[in-house]
């Protein structure tokens, strides 16, 4: 039996909850993208959390290839209003450009990156069953649109495409996690 790799792993996670194709294409993950929402609520590849638990900014840890690399983190909701009738999708709930890469997994200092829309925790409306609330983590290349990514988004944050903006920004996706919550 072949040994299944953590790239694997998230890529087939990723398949199963449908995040792929409702948001991603196939990629190939190149870190392991660590979220915590305090000492023991961890995201892990569609975990449940509760909305409560979810309302205040993460921590995120990832390794980068190089201290000097940038990242943007993208948080997103492809089930606006609901999975069953996804006509709002994505709702944008946290987007921060120029993060700086740590090496050893230590909490990326994402205080210090540039909040293109600033974090809001998980509201999804009673009753419309469970929402994947998806990281994406963009790693920023030699071409990428520095004014996309630092130009203000529209207030509103329903119809978001994060696969639309990393391409316009020129962003390589390095790593991916998500998380359930449904009000019931």
């Keep these: ?8 792993a998230t890529e087939a996670a990723l398949k199963q909850d449908g995040i792929i194709p ?3 294409d196939s990629f190939q993950s190149k870190t392991l993208l660590m979220v915590s929402y305090g000492s023991n609520k961890e995201v892990a590849l569609g975990n449940k959390l509760t909305v409560q638990e979810t309302q205040q900014a993460p921590q995120v840890s990832f390794q980068a290839e190089s201290p000097s690399d940038r990242y943007t983190l993208i948080m997103t ?9 996804p006509r709002m999708r994505e709702y944008r709930h946290w987007v921060v450009a120029n993060i700086s890469g740590t090496s050893d ?3 990326a200092n994402v205080s210090q990156g540039a909040v293109v829309s600033p974090y809001m925790g998980p ?3 009673a009753g419309s069953g469970p929402h994947r609330y998806i990281f994406l983590l963009y790693k920023q290349t030699p071409s990428t649109n520095i004014s996309a990514l ?5 207030p509103q944050r329903q119809g978001f495409k994060a ?15 998500y998380f359930f919550a449904e009000n019931p």
């Design 163 to 177: 696969k639309q903006f990393s391409s316009h920004a020129h962003l390589e996706l390095v790593g991916a996690n």
């Design 150 to 154: 630092t130009t203000p988004l529209a």
């Design 123 to 125: 509201a999804p409306p």
């Design 1 to 8: 039996m072949p040994l299944i790799t953590s790239d694997q």
């Design 77 to 85: 909701d492809p089930d606006a209003p609901s999975r069953m009738d």
């Design 22 to 24: 409702d948001v991603l």
């Design 105 to 107: 997994f230590q909490p």
